[in-house]
């Protein structure tokens, strides 16, 4: 083959597998960057980093830096560039601050990137009276050269928000103020191709030292690789405080109009209220106040927790059909969890392969499909985090088209957006994932049902090995065609119950509920069951209480009852005197799958998933209400049809029930209506 016809080939294979390599990383991973948010990377997740102060201007929260630490407002480029080493060569700033009078020889920094070893700047934006210079370092000749971008005639000084936009591609410089026509800059000098940022940080506000420092307030500062961004930012009527990408602790603030000119003054009391949905509350929130607009209650934060100075109870009134939420096939079990800055999803655990289990997101107030996972006769998904983890693990019932029998651990991708296969961990049956932590350790036990015809076999607890970010066997426990396992404390103690369902011939065996000591889990309780399908275990007040569901009654060395499925669920009240979890009620219920407690103001309540009442799988589900003395007291009757699992949420908008169908691809979102 000819040199040139080898080149050819060469170019050819690299142009369709990601581009050409520079220093090992591909140009793709150099273009295909999502919005950076620089000033949310400099404050930790234990709060607010040294130098930084919460300031309110115009019902608009910033941050004012101080000049002790600079180099405390600081990080790693790192951090942003994960997979590249070089700085866009297109990009936009986008920059929402407030500034103060600037003395007319004064130069502040808003932000640089700095080499490690170098006093020199590699990007900056600095501000000075009626102008504003972006900076960058030119690499290209020996030793390098500062090169200085001036756009005059600014004019930020007045105490008042402004948002920034400077989009920059090559010699060309475009800058927005608020929205406006922009100004236009072209120089001789491009903006470099290929700006290393190896060893090299980003400082907030100053360029590592205490000249210079920024003295306003910063509320938004991000990096937008590609095109300008402008007519991405705006399109609000609200220009001067548009937002991309805020800090957390500086969300979820009602932006007083400016017509109202009582209101404005330059930095406002700290005291303030706050709307929205649940907002932290931290040291940093301490004093601050909370309306809760669905629950028409005003509350205190006092450092830890939201205090309540004000509320209306609300009370339950009758529930109504919400959605219907069609599934890829029959439901075994529903998830409902939350990713924090993501949103609310529900995991469904289909029975069918393909195209498996779905898992769905909360979309303008419905659950709409967000992705699909393969699963073979999935039974149930269990979210859990380690760390900044985010795991979702799902118990398979059957082996996959290889003839293997495992169920899967998927981690969330904060890139991708999406849950990946983590961890795969051989189960024989499995019916049930549960995740916690005792003493500061990650465990995952997984119930497994049956081997083969065998029910009587070990379902496993794992602990979570940080060194190899793994999850391996710590405990192996006895059990009898189990369904479920129910982790709860009870002060310093832990404890772990086991759903004993079937032991080859009876359902009528006992449960049990272990208790950790020495490293281990240890007998501490046999209950006997009738086909146990599901504890759920609750708090009223300082009593604490244990809920069995029992799914039927079969022995096959005793005559065949009427009706093997109406038989009694049982709650149980824990007695400290004997130390031990004693009988409070029983309540008949038809082929019970599973217990879900729930509260509406002051109410508590227990909701039960019946399936099958020997005749029909349309039987009605009951929702059960504390009422003291008198115990759970049924209050309303639910159409459902071989329910088999329910899960309660909140949202802004109120409060829900959902419930799966093992009979129909088809399980229905309730609403919970107050009065």
């Known amino acids: 083959m000819s040199a040139p016809l080898l080149l050819w080939f060469i170019l050819l294979y690299w142009a369709t597998n990601g581009g050409f390599i520079w220093g ?27 130098g930084m102060r919460v300031f309110q201007v115009q019902g608009v929260r910033g941050f004012q830096l101080t000049t002790s630490q600079p180099r405390a407002l600081g990080f790693p480029a790192s951090r942003l560039f994960i997979h590249c080493d070089h700085f866009p060569e297109e990009f936009s700033i986008i920059v929402t601050l407030s500034v103060l009078s600037v003395p007319t020889k004064r130069n502040e920094y808003v932000f640089t990137l700095m080499a490690e070893e170098s006093p020199s700047v590699l990007v900056g934006l600095r501000y000075a009276p009626d102008k504003l210079h972006f900076l960058f370092w030119n690499q290209e000749r020996a030793g390098g050269w500062q090169t200085r971008v001036t756009f005059p005639n600014v004019s930020l000084s007045d105490n008042q ?6 989009a920059v591609s090559g010699q060309s410089f475009s800058l927005t103020v608020d929205c406006s026509i922009p100004k236009d800059v072209v120089v001789e000098t491009p903006f470099p191709a290929s700006l290393s940022v190896k060893r090299a940080s980003f400082y907030l506000g100053n360029r590592r030292r205490r000249k210079g420092v920024f003295t306003g307030l910063l509320r938004q500062l991000v990096l937008l690789p590609g095109a300008d ?9 609200n220009f001067k405080v548009v937002t991309l990408s805020v800090p957390t602790v500086l969300q979820d603030l009602p932006i007083k109009p400016a017509s109202n000119e009582v209101l404005k003054y330059p930095y406002e009391t700290d005291t303030k209220v706050t709307l929205g949905s649940h907002p932290p509350c931290t040291k940093h929130e301490k004093a601050q106040f909370w309306f809760n607009a669905s629950r028409r209650g005003l509350y205190l934060c006092n450092g830890s927790a939201w205090i309540s100075m004000l509320e209306v109870k609300q009370r339950l009134d009758y529930v109504e059909e919400y959605q219907n939420l069609v599934t890829n096939s029959e439901t075994m079990g529903v998830e409902v969890f939350v990713i924090p800055k993501v949103g609310l999803f529900a995991a469904t655990a289909n029975r069918y392969t393909t195209p498996g289990s779905a898992i769905y997101k909360w979309t303008d107030g419905k659950f709409v499909a967000y992705q699909n996972i393969p699963t073979y006769q999935a039974q149930s998904w269990k979210y859990f985090t380690i760390g900044k983890k985010i795991f979702l693990a799902v118990a398979n019932f059957e082996q996959n088209d290889r003839g293997q029998e495992f ?6 991708s904060r890139r991708k957006e999406k849950f990946i296969t983590y961890q795969r961990i051989t189960t024989h049956s499995a019916r049930d994932w549960e995740a916690f932590v005792i003493e500061g350790e990650a465990f995952l036990a997984v119930v497994n049902h049956r081997e083969g015809n065998n029910h009587n076999i070990n379902s496993v607890i794992y602990r979570w090995n940080p060194r190899t970010g793994f999850f391996e066997i710590n405990q192996t426990i006895p059990t009898s065609g189990a369904y479920d396992w129910e982790f709860f404390t009870i002060g310093p103690y832990s404890f772990l119950a086991v759903a004993n369902t079937f032991n080859g ?20 309780q046999s209950i006997l069951t009738s086909g146990a399908a599901d504890w759920e275990v609750f708090h009223i007040g300082d009593r604490v209480f244990l809920a069995v569901a029992n799914s039927h009654s079969y022995d096959s060395g005793m005559p065949a ?7 009694n669920s049982s709650i149980y009240e ?24 729930f509260s509406v103001g002051d109410d508590s309540f227990l909701v039960v998933a019946n399936s099958f009442d020997g005749f029909t799988f349309d039987v009605n589900s009951i929702i059960y ?19 088999r699992d329910w899960e309660a949420f909140h949202t802004t908008e109120g409060s829900y029930l959902l419930y799966s169908s093992a009979k129909e691809p088809l399980s229905k979102v309730l609403k919970l209506k107050t009065v």
């Not at 209400?625 to 329910?643: I, M, S």
């Open 24 to 50: 090992g990383t591909t140009w793709q991973h150099c273009t295909d960057l999502r919005p950076l948010d620089i000033l949310s990377e400099v404050i930790p997740t234990s709060g607010l980093a040294r």
């Open 505 to 524: 011939t009876s359902t009528k065996i006992y449960s049990h509920i272990y208790i950790w000591l020495s490293g281990s889990f240890q007998l501490f």
């Open 561 to 567: 009852p009427s009706n093997f499925y109406a038989i």
């Open 625 to 643: 209400r504390w009422q003291g003395y008198e115990g759970f007291v049924a209050v309303h009757h639910l159409p459902t049809v071989g329910c």
């Open 407 to 412: 169920s899967v651990i998927y981690k969330w």
């Open 161 to 166: 928000w402004h948002t920034l936009v400077l």
């Open 229 to 237: 961004a402008t007519p991405r930012i705006c399109t609000t009527m």
């Open 574 to 597: 824990l007695n400290i005197t004997a130390q031990m979890f004693v009988k409070f009620q029983d309540l008949l219920t038809y082929s019970a799958l599973d217990w879900e407690f």
